[in-house]
């Protein structure tokens, strides 16, 4: 039974509720395990995560772009979090640039974008995976990595192109239709 008494956070809070905890666990399986499995730990932790909340978020919103750019703006901008600009959006793409990410501030005032890229940006495209596996996402940089935004494109996978048809040879020996 959900606790009627819990106050609402933003998704940005709740990342940094998560992120100091695991900053610390990080450092620690780093040096317990080495930096190659912390990362596979990490990541695979993180893409298990991620399409999770893609399913729930898919269920919440609906499954089309137009769902996403309602999760986009409601849910990871949500309280102020970061600035989306949408560039263009049709049923089969939904493509927006974030302009200014708290996310990413709060990792780079810690001094540590990389486990920010890590836990934050490394989850967008499990994520999506879970929210549709129709979709996929580009993105080639993001705040985190230094860029001056992250330019989403999410569009729907091409489908498979059609068989041609089987096709009688021409010639003496064809049939032909009456």
């Excluded at 905890?21 to 991620?50: M, N, P, S, Y």
């Amino acid at each position: 039974m959900p606790d009627t008494h819990e106050i609402a956070i933003t998704h940005l809070q709740r990342r940094k509720i998560e992120g100091r905890v695991l900053i610390h666990f990080i450092e620690i399986l780093r040096e317990r395990v080495g930096e190659d499995a912390t990362q596979q730990i990490v990541d695979e932790t993180t893409r298990k995560l991620a399409a999770e909340d893609g399913a729930r978020w898919a269920q919440t919103y609906g499954r089309s772009t137009d769902s996403l750019r309602r999760v986009a703006e409601e849910v990871w901008a949500g309280g102020g979090s970061m600035d989306v600009e949408i560039v263009r959006q049709t049923d089969d793409h939904l493509d927006f640039n974030v302009t200014r990410c708290g996310y990413a501030e709060f990792y780079q005032e810690l001094g540590l974008a990389d486990i920010g890229y890590r836990l934050h940006c490394n989850r967008d495209h499990a994520m999506v995976v879970g929210f549709n596996a129709k979709l996929e996402l580009h993105r080639s940089q993001t705040i985190m990595e230094g860029a001056a935004c992250c330019d989403f494109r999410f569009h729907r996978k091409d489908p498979p192109l059609p068989r041609s048809p089987i096709r009688e040879p021409s010639g003496q020996n064809a049939k032909t239709s009456q």
